[in-house]
């Protein structure tokens, strides 16, 4: 299982990095074993709901520890007026030259110095001033690698970055500030990074859980960290051995982020990994409808409904915010036909963090 992970690794940049001297001692893409990482188990913590079990009435509930509460989970570690300088290993596109956008792969160095979990997010702030002469404000990036990092030594984290490029009223391109920054950024270079912050998407602890994954674009960047821990990871105490189904959205087959790396875990646990693409500008439903998300995720709607009604069914929603309206529009129904108001329903499951929602 370890080595499989190296073959991902291998197989992540579309073109060859260039990396630093100093780095290529330390990066080894082949790598026989990575570190399998210890974690405490949450010991005191604030209680939260979970249902019980469901039937048609709102959800009954019983107290579980949050994951939330996890003594380990760090945030703000480093600020803005102090932020860690990472240095740039790798820098590389991931999307096809005839995707509508671009989107890089980046790896920085962290020396362990930034302990993050899988779902959560660091901040950047580019380099140079704003327009009133300050510091750019920092913008946060989700997390797209698990904790122990792509070389399983602790010693980096990795982020997805969609380069912001788009015509302003006056018909003026602009380029946003920060992920141009960073998808232009040369391995070596130095960046500031605050965090890491957010729980909201902390992995569910048990092994045996269904982890129904709901990623848009770059909003693919928890997912791939949870499902390296879970496919490409050995740790002492968790083995993953439930159900993971990611449904991914993108425009093009050009655009889907981190394919071979989903397809070789399909391989390696093909009862425990269920993977959907929704390739909006290439599909269509069988009314011709563009397959977004939800479109996608509505020829699984009995099914996933069912899951749903489980205590150990766990869903979480990255990337466009647009996605979230969307996806509650196919809940409501599934939730009427039994007789069931979904909003009250999703409350519920949120307040038993089974429904896991960071959008933008
Ligand atoms: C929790 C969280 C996690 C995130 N994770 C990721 C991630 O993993 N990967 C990722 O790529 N991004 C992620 N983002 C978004 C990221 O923080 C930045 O917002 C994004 O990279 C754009 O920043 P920028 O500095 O390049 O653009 P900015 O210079 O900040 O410009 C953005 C602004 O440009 C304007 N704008 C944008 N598009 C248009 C348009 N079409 N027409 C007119 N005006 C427009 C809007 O005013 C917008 O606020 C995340 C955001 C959050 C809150
Ligand atoms: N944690 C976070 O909050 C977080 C993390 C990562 C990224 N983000 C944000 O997420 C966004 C991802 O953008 P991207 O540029 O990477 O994505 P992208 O490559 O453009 O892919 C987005 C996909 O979603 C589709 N889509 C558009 N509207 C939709 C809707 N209402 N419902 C469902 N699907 C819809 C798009 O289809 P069409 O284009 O064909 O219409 C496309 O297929 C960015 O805004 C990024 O900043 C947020």
């Not at 974690?39 to 520890?65: C, D, I, N, S, Y």
């Not at 693919?220 to 439930?242: Q, S």
């Amino acid at each position: 299982m370890a080595s499989a992970a190296v073959t991902a690794a291998v197989s992540l940049p579309s073109s060859k990095p260039s990396l630093s001297p100093a780095s290529l001692e330390r990066i080894s893409f082949h790598k026989t074993c990575l570190h399998p990482r210890s974690t405490a188990a949450a010991k005191a913590g604030r209680l939260v709901t979970v249902r019980a079990q469901v039937t048609t009435e709102a959800p009954a509930k019983v107290a579980k520890v949050s994951k939330k509460d996890d003594e380990g989970v760090v945030t703000n570690k480093y600020k803005p007026k102090e932020p860690y300088i990472g240095r740039c290993l790798i820098n590389t596109k991931i999307t096809g030259d005839d995707a509508p956008g671009e989107t890089n792969h980046i790896v920085f160095s962290t020396e362990g110095e930034i302990p993050y979990r899988e779902g959560q997010s660091i901040g950047v702030i580019a380099d140079g001033i704003d327009k009133n002469g300050k510091p750019h404000k920092l913008r946060l990036y989700s997390i797209a690698s698990s904790a122990i990092g792509d070389f399983g030594d602790s010693k980096t984290v990795s982020l997805c970055v969609k380069r912001l490029v788009y015509t302003n009223e006056q018909g003026e391109i602009v380029k946003g500030v920060c992920s141009n920054f960073l998808c232009d950024l040369k391995p070596g270079a130095a960046v500031k990074i605050t965090g890491p912050v957010g729980k909201e998407m902390l992995m569910p602890k048990d092994p045996n859980a269904t982890v129904v994954m709901l990623g848009t674009g770059t909003g693919i960047a928890p997912f791939r960290a949870f499902l390296w821990k879970m496919f490409f990871e050995k740790h002492e105490n968790y083995k993953f051995n439930g159900l993971a189904w990611l449904f991914l959205g993108v425009p093009t087959s050009s655009s889907l982020l981190y394919k071979e790396e989903f397809e070789k875990m399909k391989e390696l646990a093909p009862e425990n990994f269920r993977l959907d693409f929704a390739v909006s500008r290439e599909q269509t439903n069988e009314k011709g409808e563009k397959m977004y998300i939800q479109t996608r995720m509505a020829q699984y709607a009995s099914e996933l409904w069912e899951l749903l009604k489980k205590d150990n069914t766990f869903v979480y929603m990255c990337g466009l915010k647009g996605m979230e309206k969307g996806i509650d529009d196919i809940m409501v129904s599934l939730a009427a036909k039994d007789g069931i108001d979904w909003l009250t329903y999703k409350r519920e499951l949120k307040k038993a963090e089974q429904w896991n929602v960071e959008v933008y």
